[in-house]
């Protein structure tokens, strides 16, 4: 296994452009971590306000020495409030990517190695569920659940469990017949032990990719979510409902409200989204060695 890694480093030594974008998405990404860890921490220093902090005099104020990003209608400070918005993003995001991989993953691997009604009925309830438009789903279990960050990360996961269930099962239906796996059963071993010990490590190598983009398409559902008035309570510091309290004063002329949050969500979704193809070339050898051949 340490060979194959190795040898997939390789390609670090002729970098693509995929290659060379993944960089760039990696920069991203990790400055809206840094941005989000230490938000609290600058808001104690006395570099930013408080995000839900209502400003009576001034509002609607354009970008300026005092206030950055300008204030909105509502009294806030719009730099404050991009700056958090990364952290409730990144929180939501997180949560609903993990909790769909714990999900997807085991269901997807029990049902592939097992097979029979168990696989034909997990499989008809996944793609019952995968052919539903992810926002639709999401705004439904929403109206479900309620707002707050744990149930807006939950309203979002459902949506992505399949997507992990149908990647996983397919890889342990191919894997499973391979010799070292019927070696295995030969001698023996529980189910439990075939999957964890033979079939995890050959099936998960997809899983990074498939998380940087359902991290990057929750990102932009939650703004949806946000726009639409649900997943977060009112006055969090979040993309979407900023973008939605934003454009009623577009049409006066107040532009930054809206520019700075919709320019935060888009260079978050283009980061993880730069990731994920990078790491799909360094974890896929036949569209590495297809790239290097064009090259």
Known sequence: MALTFLKRLSFLRRPTLSVQ?????????????LVALFAPLMQ?????RDPMETLVNPIHQPPSAEYWFGTSRQGYDVFTRTLFGARVALQVVVLATLMSVF????????SGYLGGKLDRGLLFFMDTVYT??????????AFVVGRGVLNAAIALSIAYVPQYYRVVRNHTVSVKTELFVEAAQAIGASPWHVMSRYLFANVIQSVPVLFTLNAADAVLVLGGLGFLGLGLPDQTPEWGLDLRQALDALPTG?????LFPGLALTLLVVGLSLVGEGLNEFINPLLRRENWNRD
């Open 44 to 48: 104690a220093w006395g570099w930013l």
């Open 132 to 141: 539903l438009p992810g926002l639709l789903l999401s705004v439904t279990l």
């Open 103 to 110: 999900i997807g993953v085991p269901l997807g691997m029990v």
């Open 21 to 33: 974008l993944m960089w760039v998405g990696i920069f991203i990404t990790l400055l809206f971590v």
């Open 254 to 258: 107040i532009w930054w409200t809206a």
